[in-house]
């Protein structure tokens, strides 16, 4: 099959390859760019867990083909922490808030979690719940990943961490 050349940013790294075009965006990125915090759950786009950032907005990225994405910037979990290891606010939230248990869903989660708080620096709990619901965790219940947004919110906006966790 012919393959198709893309360029694109994944986590500030400019990122060159050939591929065919039906690769889907999950596959490129753990497959050839050995990135395999973003996770393949459902083949259906249902759980999430693929979820990265693309252009400024969460994308399930077993949702869409790799030649999509071409000139995109791409934020994968990997992308989260910052280059000398010191971890995101929702990194270190979902870590203090135990926002998580299996961790498969973990790194869609954070990284919705990062949309959301873009889009919403200070969100109720009802808007994280809905910010969320497009994610799937098999495991929490939820509360701990709520707290460890709200954690993260706080950190964010510099508000007490202490209050968030209320």
Do not use: W
Request: include cysteine; aromatic fraction near 4%.
């Amino acid at each position: 099959m012919a393959k198709t050349q893309i360029a694109l940013t994944v986590n500030g790294t400019a990122v060159e390859a050939l591929v065919e075009p039906r690769t889907l965006l999950i596959h490129f990125l753990r497959e050839q760019l050995n990135l395999t915090g973003p996770h393949i759950g459902c083949d259906t786009s249902h759980c999430g867990a693929c979820t990265v950032d693309l252009d400024g907005k969460s994308v399930k990225s077993c949702t869409m083909f790799a030649v999509q994405a071409d000139g995109a910037d791409v934020l994968t979990i990997e992308g989260m922490a910052a280059p000398d290891g010191t971890l995101h606010a929702l990194q270190e939230g979902f870590r203090e808030m135990h926002g998580l248990q299996c961790g498969y869903c973990t790194p869609g989660m954070i990284m919705r979690g990062y949309r959301l708080l873009k889009e919403n620096p200070n969100p109720s709990e009802d808007e994280i719940r809905f910010g969320i619901s497009g994610n799937l965790c098999r495991c929490t219940g939820y509360q701990n990943i709520v707290k460890a947004i709200q954690f993260a919110a706080a950190k964010l906006s510099g508000a007490s961490v202490k209050e968030a966790a209320e």
